[in-house]
């Protein structure tokens, strides 16, 4: 019962390339809160340098996969790999693999820029803070700001500060969800600076977005997410940018 | 295990910090210690019984309700940002999060409870007996079981659409060991009575931390599963 | 067992019971000698014993089935926890108010701050924030994992609270009359009815757990076809 799904494949499906594991694999997997079912059976697999976009209008369950891809929420059904390790929630050592920058901050409002940097880069074992931290924050131009209260920065620069704490152990995979909201366009250019930086053919990304703009210009994969599964996915180079819009309100309207 | 104790740590280290800066949950008890005597002073009658007599009871019931605001409070700052998702994605083993949570709450509660007997002592007279070490170890277990056992409750009621109204309901029932070899080895050593009376207690205050501390680090990770 | 399989053998297993509880309470008021000291009040020993006995045995079961359930998973298992608590209660609720009617007469007080009766009031409470967790949380499967703990939690400070109550110098419970080291001491009698009645409460319980247990059963069966239907 994994529901109606496009993009629906049975978890004895063997693995496409005979090559390394995935960066990323999500295996039919299912999602289900009481009566409501947030995600319905997706499958990705993302090569090591892929960046993967998921459009989808609100309530499609979009930040619910992404839980479920770094491992914050338990997949009812389904398993999802990073790196060929099955994901645990008891388990630590893949979570040395994942970074997310989520709508919130995951931030201490009372504590400094630097302090709350220390307390994560600790959380994750990292020895060379002093010189980790000051590089980190100057990626995102908050190389000023390392004493200032987290409480007392903009918005802009709690996000771009989250961004900072998202990538300070240098993971692998990078998740994102909904980067660009209530950012003004100075921190989105940081934010675009940043995550196309990302693209070094180490990592890999997965953002969730409904910006189709800043969504698409990164992007090497395109998924449309609706009611819990991807309706419509393909490959960048195949879409034609400019029909995009078009092609998504089609998809989402249940009329591709 | 360097690793791990650096994790521990690292939790016990920001949430001292947040405290230091916000110093929300230590006022809060603090105050509500020393009022909590001053309410108790008029509630009995001092002609018909003398406070020594049941100072004991009433500073453990006020390291309880005391307590029951301070870790109720546990995971409130963690949610604002959504902080606490943060750490639980963060390679932190689940039972170290619970130990740096529980460590940092045992800190703050151990010192409130030094100050309601130090509140008690000085409203009431009291005397502290002979073996004030013994006094300090008593209310350390006591207080550290309590902790353990609250901290894993305030993750369960945090998660509920109750929240902090049901952490009593989970945490009384199960807190009498607690009370019957605290306030009852606290008794004897207010009164001056040989701390060999008072071993039997102390080891149940050690089963109950054990039991305690072990349940919780075990059963957090069921608890703050998303 | 199938699912029908479970729902005739608890029907099975409830009527023998209750037929079984007839039995039980003729054997009580008009079989059984009357008690040489404790008079006429002594025959609510044969409800309230049986009751305590099948309240541990609830809670314990449902305590086991939490803990499985935290390992495996399976939905059965927390289905079956919560069947052994209601269960738990229920006949927790019988211990809880044949003790204080007995303690009334014996005693001369309906409440008494007696070892046993405490460590079963606390039980109740343990079991009744159990229901309360289920009940409030979004996600039920959240609520079933915090149930869980809690049930997992009360069943490990059980031992301490026992050795805590029995601690307070109050000995006003009669002292265990049948299962200690030199044999039973109970009259022949009166220890055969009690016997029954002990089997009889078990048989009830089960009874009664299976039938709730199917129940469960159905309910998850109809919300996964309310689901299907709605996908």
Request: net charge neutral; with cysteine.
């Amino acid at each position: 019962m994994s529901g109606v799904g496009v993009a629906r494949a049975p978890a004895s499906e063997s693995p496409e390339s005979a090559t390394a594991a995935p960066a990323l694999e999500a295996r039919g997997i299912v999602r289900e809160y009481g009566p409501v079912t947030a995600v319905a059976g997706i499958d990705i697999s993302l090569q090591r340098g892929e960046f993967l976009t998921v459009f989808g209008p609100n309530g499609a369950g979009k930040s619910t996969l992404l839980g479920l891809l770094s491992g914050a929420l338990r997949p009812t059904r389904g398993d999802v790999f990073v790196n060929g390790t099955r994901l645990d929630f008891g388990g630590v050592d893949w979570r040395h693999d994942v970074g997310v920058l989520s709508h919130q901050g995951f931030l201490y409002a009372q504590l400094t820029v630097e302090e709350n940097l220390r307390f994560y880069g600790r959380l994750y074992g990292l020895r060379d803070l002093d010189r980790r931290i000051p590089e980190r924050l100057a990626d995102v131009n908050l190389g000023d700001r390392s004493n200032s209260f987290v409480g007392q920065l903009s918005h802009g620069m709690r996000q771009r500060l989250a961004l900072a704490r998202a990538l300070l152990h240098d993971p692998d995979v990078v998740l994102l969800d909904e980067p660009y909201t209530g950012l003004d366009p100075s921190a989105a250019a940081v934010l675009r600076g940043v995550l196309t930086g990302l693209k070094d053919g180490r990592r890999t990304v997965v953002m969730v977005t409904h910006n189709l703009g800043e969504g698409i210009a990164l992007a090497t994969q395109l998924a449309i997410q609706v009611r819990g599964h991807f309706a419509w996915k393909g490959s960048r180079e195949d879409v034609d940018v400019a029909d995009f819009e078009r092609l998504y309100h089609r998809v989402v309207e249940g009329r591709a | 295990m360097s690793a791990y104790l650096g994790q521990i740590y690292a939790i016990v280290w920001k949430d001292l910090l947040l405290e230091l800066r916000t110093r929300e949950r230590v006022v809060a008890m603090g105050a509500f210690a020393v009022l909590s005597a001053v309410l108790f002073n008029y509630s009995i009658d001092r002609t018909a019984v003398r406070p020594q007599d049941i100072g004991a009871g009433l500073i453990w019931m006020t390291i309880v309700f005391g307590g029951l605001l301070g870790v109720g409070r546990t995971f409130h700052l963690e949610s604002e940002d959504g902080a606490f998702r943060g750490v639980l994605m963060s390679p932190v083993p689940k039972d170290a999060i619970f130990l740096g949570k529980t460590l940092s709450n045992f800190v703050l509660l151990y010192v409130v409870s030094l100050l309601i007997v130090a509140v008690f002592m000085l409203f009431f007279g009291m005397e502290i007996g002979t073996s004030p070490a013994v006094l300090g170890l008593v209310l350390a277990l006591g207080t550290l079981g309590f902790v353990a056992l609250g901290t894993l409750f305030a993750a369960v009621s945090s998660g509920t659409r109750m929240g902090e109204t049901l952490l009593p309901i989970l945490l009384f029932p199960v807190l009498l060991p607690m009370i019957v070899a605290g306030a009852g080895a606290t008794e004897r050593l207010l009164a001056g009575r040989p701390v060999s009376e008072v071993v039997g207690n102390i080891r149940m205050l050690a089963a109950f931390v054990l039991m305690a501390v072990a349940a919780g680090a075990v059963l957090f990770r069921f608890v703050v599963e998303d | 067992m199938t699912g029908k399989g479970i729902r005739s053998t608890g029907t099975a297993l409830a009527l023998l019971g209750l037929v079984g509880m007839l039995l039980v309470y003729w054997l009580s008021f008009f079989w059984v000698s009357t008690d040489r000291l404790q008079g006429v009040s002594q025959r609510i020993f044969y409800i309230h014993v049986p009751a305590a006995w099948t309240c541990f045995l609830a809670f314990g079961i449902a305590a086991l089935t939490s803990g499985m359930y935290l390992w495996l998973r399976d939905e059965r298992l927390d289905r079956a926890a919560v069947c052994a608590a209601e269960g738990g209660m229920v006949f927790g609720t019988i211990m809880l108010t044949t003790g204080p009617l007995w303690g009334a007469i014996a005693w001369n007080t309906y409440w008494n701050w007696e070892p046993r009766l405490i460590l079963t009031l606390l039980l109740w409470f343990i079991f009744l924030g159990y229901f309360m967790v289920r009940g409030s949380t979004e996600n039920p499967e959240k609520g079933k994992r915090f149930a869980a703990v809690v049930a997992i939690v009360g069943a490990l400070d059980i031992p301490l609270i026992h050795l805590s109550v029995i601690w307070f110098p109050q000995f006003l419970h009669p002292q265990p009359v049948v299962v200690k080291p030199e044999g039973p001491t109970l009259d022949g009698d009166m220890l055969t009815v009690l016997l029954t009645s002990l089997a009889v409460f078990t048989t009830l319980f089960f009874g009664l757990f299976l039938l709730r247990y199917a129940l469960e059963t159905l309910r998850a069966e109809v919300r996964a076809r309310e689901r299907a239907a709605t996908a």
